[in-house]
């Protein structure tokens, strides 16, 4: 019995992670190749290769992308722009997602500097990322704050702070290093420039 709770929490602890991990890279490929690839497929009948709705998409994206930043169809997608962001109810879906993107992508991206928050007469300090540091110019009575989203363990959800920026102290550690270390309950270990002593 012994050799069977031993070898059978053995395979939890590796292949479990791993048969996840490919079956979420594999449902994600699928959802990315069917954005694209049930209209394409139709063109390639039984030649269709996995792969391609991906390829058609990226393609597409950029080829919008380069429309943007011309003359004529950059004032049409800049309108639309304007006109998303001034229809009630929908302007702020498009707001949210539209920031949320450039956080991530854009030229000014969020959750790129690591920072450790300090808990008021606690001595305890939480792991977190700065994801504005122009909170002044929309509240004005929080000039010297900044905003910083401290993820939740376990999960995807967080709750964001706006922390004067004495007590916020930015450390050397990569964003994917410090999300790992945060949502593994401080299990997956950070590196060796991560937290300070």
């Not at 997608?77 to 949320?100: A, F, G, N, Q, W």
């Not at 450790?116 to 700065?130: A, D, Q, R, S, Y």
């Not at 504005?132 to 939740?152: F, K, T």
Request: net charge positive; glycine share 8%; with cysteine.
């Amino acid at each position: 019995m012994k050799f069977f709770v031993k070898n059978f929490i053995n395979g939890v602890i590796t292949i479990v992670p791993i048969i996840l991990a490919v079956y979420v890279c594999y449902k994600v490929f699928a959802f990315l190749d069917g954005l694209l690839g049930r209209y394409v497929r139709p063109y390639f009948k039984e030649d269709y290769i996995p792969g391609i709705g991906i390829l058609c998409t990226v393609i597409l994206i950029t080829v919008l992308g380069w429309l943007s930043t011309q003359y004529v169809s950059g004032r049409v997608i800049r309108l639309i722009d304007r006109l998303l962001e001034s229809i009630p109810l929908i302007k702020t879906v498009y707001s949210v997602i539209k920031d949320t993107i450039a956080s991530f992508a854009g030229e000014k991206r969020s959750f790129s500097k690591v920072v450790l928050v300090e808990l008021p007469n606690t001595g305890m300090k939480c792991l977190g990322f700065i994801t504005s540091e122009e909170v002044e110019n929309w509240l004005n009575p929080l000039a010297g704050h900044v905003a910083v989203y401290i993820p939740q363990t376990f999960q995807v959800a967080g709750i964001t702070f706006l922390v004067p920026k004495q007590q916020v102290q930015i450390i050397d550690m990569k964003p994917e290093e410090a999300m790992k270390f945060v949502l593994s309950g401080g299990m997956a270990s950070a590196k060796k420039k991560g937290l300070p002593e």
